[in-house]
């Protein structure tokens, strides 16, 4: 409990300031001037019980309403142990940036009533003191003279010096903006004739330069015993600033509204298209959750082509799972395909949707991953691709016979050397065949069957050469590049060595490709029977074919080059891979070279290239080498372990 | 044909011309038996290397072989020996007219009988054969 001197002492200096904080216990937690201070709780309990209740009100409303700067209308305190009361103001500043909304109060004495009136100049000044604290300006109106106190900082505040105003009202009449000047007179004339309790206005003063101010005009009338009023006090604040930003923020938020209201329009706009494209597309769009998250890949919305697609309509589709619309047998690989949409962003998948029958729908997927703000979603749209794929396999099929028809064709050029390799070994046999009549031992019979079945073996064996190259449709798979081409000599090469072409394979590294390799010996078989007919043609001597294997980290290269004189250079560089364009002129079929080309590009993804050389053509076929098992194979080897092939 | 009718090739040397050795190892089987002597060559430049050193009765030769072919030598032979015998073995008949200078052709695969006759012809009508 604070002593009463102390408390005298506060009120002796005419205004005081505390600090506390609305929110929290009731104690001051700070101080500011000089003052002496009861604790808030202490300082409550002084205030009249019916005045209390008011201050309390007044305080909570206008903190929750955010109000900054704020004035409380004076309330009484009675001092402990004493008869006497006092009027007090208080003016709030909520101080911005503070803890807690820390809360500045300002306290003033505004009378003592202890029987008798305090002198007039006394309470000027101490009610000029408290305004110069708050930085208003101050004035003070004898109704009975008619004469006005106008403080300096009022007339500061209009941005004159203290002699410049004169002690009149019209002193500040003249400055009221004519238009505020009727709202402002009737206010004040009300409060004057006692309709309110307090005169509060605000209007705009003229300043010196000219400009105008928005001033807040707070006042209020002593009246005598019969109510007359003979004195009145007031406050103006400079409220420009808050004016000012109140009309920017009128119009800032005009202008959001309008900007609102016009993004509106335009999403309208923009939705009512999407939607005409969503649903106007003849492609199948849903758009659905991604599994994840304890999430399921729920539909959000799908398009009337998927309704139709499906023969489901929307509301069965609704939260249904997007991989259920798929084959159970297809849903693995569905699901494998979303979660890489997770890294990659997009992709394409191709699958098996079911109809409400449980026919298969073969669609082609594009998928766009997107942000929801409850998780990852995508943006699939399928495309019906029953009559593609029917197309796309019967031109399979197509190509598939052509190729297998050039084989056959190749089997005319191969028949001469299938004969003559089994001419060989038949010519074995009979002899041997010849040696039974006069053997006169088992050991000499013995010799008879072992060349005998010494051939057996070789015609075996070469039969399943010729089996291996004109079978057709093997699955594809990592072979030797190499391979391909000592595999095709030991067919070819007794038919070349009759017409006195020496073919000489180099395998200077060994590399492995993807695809059949029957189709690789096929395309060099068009190419090596390209020159071998170049050669007889041409009569060139001296007839050498020469294919070379070299590769890099990750292409492998089979060069084919010959001694035949070359390609005329009009089919150069690539009017040879065309169909019906032959090397041979009207004899050439024009078909062996495009399958090559067919074979390499789009059945094996290499390229096919051929210029001339010195001497004679060269083909290089590229093909991409494949990580595998037998990688290791491909790698270059050093001489003793190659293959001698 | 009878085989004991080849009994006169006693006095004969026959050199036999094929790169594949099971063939090379039947004829002279079939043949030591029957001739004096039987000399075997794996081509065409073995054969006239042997034929340079000494000349035999006759020279049965297949066609396709490494070094020297079978038409090369019978080219060779004719030009510097025009009256030794040369029989040639071949797998096609077509390819026979490319040896038209041979004193027999036998077309692939060949029957014993087919070489004792083909010896036996060539030799009688060279007088070199007195049955």
């Not at chain 1, 008798?116 to 708050?134: I, M, W, Y």
């Not at chain 1, 993804?605 to 210029?611: A, C, D, L, N, Q």
């Not at chain 2, 009994?7 to 004096?36: N, Q, W, Y």
């Amino acid at each position: 409990m604070v002593e009463w001197g102390a408390l005298d002492k506060l009120f002796d200096s005419d205004y005081s300031l505390f600090v506390w904080r609305p929110e929290s216990d009731s104690s001051i937690p700070d101080r500011l001037g000089g003052s002496l201070l009861p604790d808030l709780q202490a300082w409550e309990e002084w205030i009249l019980p019916e005045d209390r209740t008011r201050r309390k009100a007044a305080l909570t409303k206008h903190l929750n309403s955010r109000t900054r700067r704020f004035k409380l209308e004076p309330y009484r305190i009675r001092l402990p142990d004493s008869e006497q009361t006092l009027t007090v103001g208080e003016i709030c500043y909520v101080l911005a940036g503070s803890p807690e909304g820390q809360v500045l109060s300002l306290l003033s004495h505004v009378t003592l009533h202890s029987g008798e009136n305090g002198s007039e100049d006394n309470s000027r000044e101490r009610l000029e003191l408290a305004a110069r604290a708050t930085g208003d300006g101050f004035w003070d109106w004898n109704l009975r003279t008619g004469e006005v106190f106008f403080s300096r900082q009022w007339k500061e505040m209009l941005g004159y010096s203290d002699e410049e105003i004169g002690n009149t009202l019209e002193e500040w009449r003249s400055r009221v903006h004519p238009d505020d000047l009727p709202g402002t007179m009737a206010s004040l004339q009300n409060h004057i004739k006692g309709n309110t309790d307090y005169y509060v206005n605000e209007h705009r003063l003229r300043n010196k330069a000219g400009g105008y101010l928005w001033v807040l005009d707070r006042g209020r009338a002593s009246r005598d015993e019969k109510g007359k009023p003979y004195r009145m006090v007031g406050f103006h604040t400079d409220i420009t600033s808050h004016r000012e930003l109140e009309e920017g923020l009128r119009a800032f938020s005009q202008m959001l509204e309008e900007r609102v209201t016009e993004r509106t329009l335009e999403l309208r706009r923009q939705l009512s298209k999407f939607q005409l494209l969503f649903n106007g597309s003849k492609d199948g769009f849903f758009i659905h959750y991604l599994k994840g998250e304890g999430r399921e890949d729920t539909l959000i919305e799908v398009n009337d082509a998927a309704c139709q697609m499906l023969g489901q309509s929307r509301e069965e589709l609704a939260d249904r799972s997007f991989s259920q619309l798929f084959q159970e047998e297809d849903r693995e690989d569905l699901q494998a395909f979303l979660e890489q949409i997770k890294t990659q962003g997009s992709g394409i998948y191709r699958g098996r949707m079911k109809s409400t029958e449980g026919h298969a729908i073969h669609i082609e997927l594009n998928a766009q991953m997107f942000q929801l703000a409850n998780g990852e979603a995508c943006f699939s749209s399928a495309r019906d691709i029953t009559d593609r794929l029917s197309l796309e396999e019967k031109n399979q099929a197509n190509e598939q016979m052509l190729i297998q028809q050039s084989r056959m064709a190749a089997m005319g050029e191969m028949i001469g050397a299938i004969a003559h390799q089994w001419k060989q070994p038949l010519n074995a046999i009979s002899l041997a065949a010849g040696m039974i009549p006069d053997a006169c031992d088992a050991e000499e019979l013995k010799e008879t069957e072992d060349i005998i079945l010494n051939q057996v073996d070789f015609l075996s064996r070469t039969i399943s050469e010729f089996r291996d190259f004109f079978r057709p449709n093997r699955e594809k798979q990592v072979f030797l590049a190499c391979e391909s081409a000592a595999g095709l000599m030991k067919i070819l090469g007794p038919v070349l060595q009759r017409e006195g072409i020496e073919v000489r394979i180099h395998p200077h590294e060994h590399f492995s490709v993807f695809g059949r390799p029957n189709e690789l010996q096929q395309v060099l078989l068009n190419i090596v029977v390209n020159a071998r007919d170049a050669f007889v043609e041409r009569g060139i001597s001296g007839r050498q074919v020469q294919v070379y294997h070299e590769n890099d980290s990750r292409t492998g290269t089979i060069r084919i080059l010959d001694n035949a004189g070359g390609i005329q250079e009009d089919l150069l560089p690539d009017r040879l891979f065309q169909a019906n364009v032959s090397t041979k002129g009207e004899k050439g079929t024009g078909i062996g070279l495009s399958l090559a080309r067919t074979i390499i590009e789009d059945r094996m993804g290499g390229t096919i290239r051929v210029r001339n050389a010195d001497a004679g053509a060269e083909f290089t076929i590229s093909l991409p080498l494949v990580e595998s098992e037998t990688e290791a194979k491909g790698k270059p080897m050093n001489k003793d372990q190659r293959n001698p092939l | 044909m009878n085989e004991q009718e080849l009994g006169p090739l006693k006095e004969t040397i026959i050199l036999f011309v094929d790169d594949e050795p099971h063939t090379r190892r039947a004829v002279e089987r079939m043949l030591s038996s029957r001739c004096k002597e039987v000399w075997l060559a794996e081509h065409g430049q073995a054969a006239w290397e042997i034929i340079e050193g000494q000349t035999p009765d006759l020279v049965i030769t297949d066609i396709e072989m490494p070094v020297m072919n079978g038409l090369q030598l019978l080219r060779k032979i004719k030009e510097t020996y025009p009256d030794e015998p040369v029989v040639i073995m071949t797998a096609f008949e077509d390819e026979a007219h490319a040896a038209h200078d041979a004193d027999a052709i036998l077309i692939k695969p060949v029957h014993r009988q087919e070489l004792f006759a083909a010896l036996m012809n060539v030799l009688q009508s060279r007088g070199m054969y007195h049955g």
